[in-house]
């Protein structure tokens, strides 16, 4: 029987091809992430795309970056389409880490020692459709996107979470009036500038460890709630899924008996209107982070406005808010450039 069995599995084994999948090699393209906001200089960043099945090994990180940009020019129009104003974004050259950003040089030289800009940034203001065009590799990608008017929040304030785990756990809460004779489309991000936690595992000490940079929090439009007002709340994003965190309130806690404290979060929450392309490929964003993974999901491609290759160029009608997270804080005026606002807190 076990002579059977063996002459069998060397028959199926031996009618087995090995076969090879020819699979195509994605063509380069640039992936562009722009913006440019009332009062402050557009920036894009650049990199190249990556085919799906490329291999993933130490040189595919620096392989995305692309160094040989010929040119990055935006500008805007007056009524006639004539070419009205244009600037010249430039890479800036001093954080080798990063991936090559591009934006008006002129405008970084001329902050003060705490990033403040000494002069208004006139070249970005609401209501304006401007345009975006690099030169890159004998190809010209382009693109266009509108900064719409301002429309901010009445108020926001602070309140003791009901889902917390935590006493000292709390969130933030806003009350938006939605302006009935305009489309409005909607991105909300948000970065604690503050934000103290252990030191590491081993010391007894509380270190400032603020986020990164701002973190999506939703994107969306007014269709169904034109021209209301509504009582909504921003939680705390995390790096994969939905949002859902608490920010934290002063507290103390014991460690090795002796009594840490731990200050209140500070957080900046960026309330911003964008143009319809421009919300299409963040929403798209969003929903692909929040299935965190799920082999189920359905899978989604990302709606970009940009022509010859891929990604976003959005128009940020941008409201800022410094909240403390103090019990029954509430914050109705907008955190400005007069009253702090930097180049560093866009980001």
């Known amino acids: 029987m076990n002579k059977y069995l063996l002459l069998i599995s060397i028959i199926l084994f031996s009618c087995q091809e090995e076969i090879t999948l ?9 992936v562009i992430e722009g913006s440019i ?5 557009p920036y894009v960043i650049i990199t190249k795309n990556g085919g799906y099945f490329d291999p993933i090994d130490s ?62 940034y006139d070249f970005s203001k609401s209501g304006r459709t401007y345009y975006l065009e690099i030169k890159w590799n004998d190809q010209i990608i382009t693109s266009s996107t509108t900064i719409p008017e301002v429309a901010g929040l009445d108020c926001l304030w602070v309140e003791k979470s009901e889902n917390s785990k935590e006493e ?4 933030i809460r ?63 994003p995390k790096d994969q899924g939905f949002p859902n965190g608490n920010y934290n309130a002063y507290h103390t806690e014991i460690c090795n008996e002796e009594t840490l404290e731990f200050n209140e979060d500070v957080v900046i929450i960026k309330y911003c209107q964008i143009d319809e392309p421009s919300l299409k490929f963040w929403r798209g ?18 709606v970009s406005n940009i022509n010859n290759g ?32 930097n180049i560093l807190d866009i980001f």
């Open 310 to 341: 891929l990604g976003v160029f959005t128009g940020y009608g941008s409201a800022y808010y410094k909240v403390k997270i103090i019990e029954n804080t509430v914050v109705k005026d907008q955190y400005t450039i007069d009253k702090g606002l």
């Open 59 to 120: 040189e595919t990180f620096n392989n995305l970056f692309v160094d040989d940009i010929e040119s990055v020019e935006i500008w805007y129009n007056d009524n006639d389409g004539t070419k009205l104003d244009s600037v010249i974004l430039e890479q800036i050259t001093f954080f080798d880490s990063l991936p090559p950003i591009y934006t008006d040089i002129d405008y970084l030289t001329s902050l003060d020692e705490n990033g403040v800009a000494t002069s208004p």
């Open 174 to 236: 806003g009350l938006y009036s939605d302006p009935a004779d305009q489309d409005n489309y909607i991105i909300v991000k948000s970065k604690r500038v503050q934000h103290f936690e252990y030191k590491d595992s081993l010391e007894c000490q509380a270190k400032n460890r603020p986020d990164n940079s701002l973190k999506i929090i939703d994107a969306g439009s007014d269709i169904l709630i034109n021209g209301q007002s509504f009582e909504t709340y921003f939680p705390r």
């Open 37 to 41: 906001e009332n009062g402050f200089p």
């Open 285 to 302: 964003l969003v929903r692909q982070v929040g299935t965190n993974g799920n082999p189920f999901a359905e899978p989604l491609n990302l």
């Open 168 to 171: 000292y756990e709390y969130d």
């Open 22 to 30: 020819d699979l195509p090699k994605a063509d380069d393209k640039l």
